[in-house]
């Protein structure tokens, strides 16, 4: 029986994968997708840079103060509303008025990373088997590592509860899941494979 030769092939896959990076979470490239990232990562305060920050309610239904006719703030509150005869107030709130916000922080990344960095390991020592018995590459050693990591960023966003959402935010969303609104966040958790600089 002929005998092959695999070690010329076995390190130049074992070179490739040393000589590769894995970029796992929200795209560079997003800078608004990055801030989300970092403010449920860190924390916030907002503070407003003149009076006062203007927080939509659900009736705001997305749209700014500016493009709201009619809006006042009545006398001795700290809202913003627009006249509204079926309410029994004769207002209708729109936006709430503070002088600073706390956002608390989510650390997804963080403790996803707390939770899984052991089975990510395993894995990639699984992963490293397969490419020495010539089932697997190095980029598909990294495709499956970054997609287990995303995976599991995905899957504490979906489960993280804690803390959570501000009743207001609850009103204007509709629902009470700190780490998800429209979905763009999760959404866009994915990876990507670079070459070492």
Do not use: C
């Not at 305060?45 to 006042?72: C, E, M, S």
């Not at 509204?84 to 600073?100: A, P, Q």
């Not at 990876?191 to 600089?197: F, T």
């Amino acid at each position: 029986m002929k005998s092959i030769n695999r070690i010329p092939e076995l390190v130049a896959e074992m070179k490739e994968l040393s000589q590769l990076d894995l970029v796992v979470g929200v795209p560079v490239d997003d800078e608004f997708l990055q801030m989300i990232a970092r403010v449920n990562e860190n924390g916030l305060t907002l503070r407003a840079k003149h009076n006062y920050l203007t927080i939509p309610t659900a009736a705001a239904n997305g749209r700014k103060a500016k493009d709201i006719p009619g809006l006042f703030r009545p006398k001795g509150k700290m809202v913003l509303a627009v006249a509204d005869k079926s309410s029994h107030n004769g207002i209708k709130v729109m936006f709430v008025l503070k002088e600073s916000v706390r956002i608390p922080p989510r650390p997804f990344i963080r403790f996803t990373y707390n939770h899984y960095k052991d089975d990510w390991q395993s894995l990639m020592r699984r992963q490293v088997g397969l490419l020495m018995d010539g089932k697997a590459t190095a980029r598909s050693v990294m495709n499956a590592l970054g997609r287990q990591i995303s995976n599991d960023i995905k899957r504490t966003i979906k489960q993280m509860q804690s803390p959570r959402n501000a009743p207001l935010t609850v009103a204007r969303k509709g629902f009470d899941d700190p780490l998800i609104d429209t979905g763009k966040l999760i959404g866009s958790i994915t990876w990507k494979i670079e070459r070492k600089s």
